[in-house]
């Protein structure tokens, strides 16, 4: 029988370290010294192999962005963005064609809805043994409202969201990663983060191969809707149009400057 889920070893998820909402708790990507099993490191940027590797039949790795605590990727500065994600696709890249796993995974938690456990901005690539995720997407995932395209690099708003609501989807041909392609990527967290129009602290990245190229999915993260959860049934909100329009107008409008 072909296997479908994801096994989660409850006996070390309880050791895992928690602070993104217990603030009384150390974060160890702070004790830089004590850290254990790096895999490589530029600058601030560090890849190491996850101490609590609650996935079985699973290869989990950490990617730890910067080593200012409380720094967030919405507000790095385009060099560091660009370095990040140059080493971060890189090493994922590198995992996918090891024919090692089936296939892949590479995402960022960030935020107390988003499902992550440690504040500090880091990202985890995980190569997955038994599993391929690309038999749970398709095209539809990442069709949506045009916002933006430079560089061959395409934004836009799904309009058939995977979860519900609101998904924006920043695609490109797969291969050397584009100054473009991270900006529109921070675009959209700054949007989520600083002027969407409901509070929102948490969101998510995620990446794909797709048909030849490199997608990143940025999806503001809310209590999810109980008819997800219950029924598999996402919900598409009927002001698409309009936040296509308010982003494109705070982003890419010359005439207006970009919010603080």
């Not at 479908?4 to 993104?20: D, M, R, S, Y």
């Not at 101490?51 to 910067?66: G, H, I, M, R, S």
């Amino acid at each position: 029988m072909t296997n479908t889920h994801l096994f989660f070893n409850t006996a070390i998820g309880v050791q895992k370290p928690e602070n993104i909402r217990n603030k009384n708790q150390s974060c160890p990507f702070c004790a830089r010294e004590e850290l254990t099993g790096i895999i490589d490191e530029e600058g601030p940027i560090l890849l190491l192999k996850n101490k609590y590797p609650v996935l079985e039949n699973a290869y989990q790795t950490v990617l730890v962005e910067t080593d200012v605590c409380d720094e967030e990727f919405s507000r790095y500065s385009p060099g560091h963005l660009n370095r990040l994600l140059g080493f971060a696709i890189r090493h994922w890249m590198k995992m996918e064609e090891s024919g090692e796993y089936r296939s892949v995974v590479f995402f960022k938690n960030h935020g107390p809805l988003s499902g992550g456990t440690i504040a500090h901005s880091h990202m985890q690539i995980v190569g997955l043994y038994d599993l391929d995720y690309h038999e749970k997407i398709s095209e539809a995932d990442f069709t949506g409202l045009h916002i933006q395209e430079q560089n061959d690099v395409h934004f836009n708003l799904s309009l058939r969201p995977k979860v519900g609501f609101y998904e924006f989807n920043i695609r490109m041909e797969r291969g050397r990663p584009s100054a473009t392609f991270a900006s529109f990527i921070q675009t959209a967290v700054h949007y989520i983060m600083h002027a969407f129009p409901f509070k929102c602290s948490s969101y998510n990245l995620f990446f794909y191969s797709f048909e030849g190229d490199m997608i990143c999915k940025v999806v503001p993260r809310f209590v999810t809707t109980p008819l997800f959860i219950g029924y598999h049934l996402p919900q598409v909100p009927n002001n698409l149009e309009w936040m296509a329009e308010d982003l494109r107008n705070r982003y890419f409008n010359e005439s207006m400057e970009k919010e603080a």
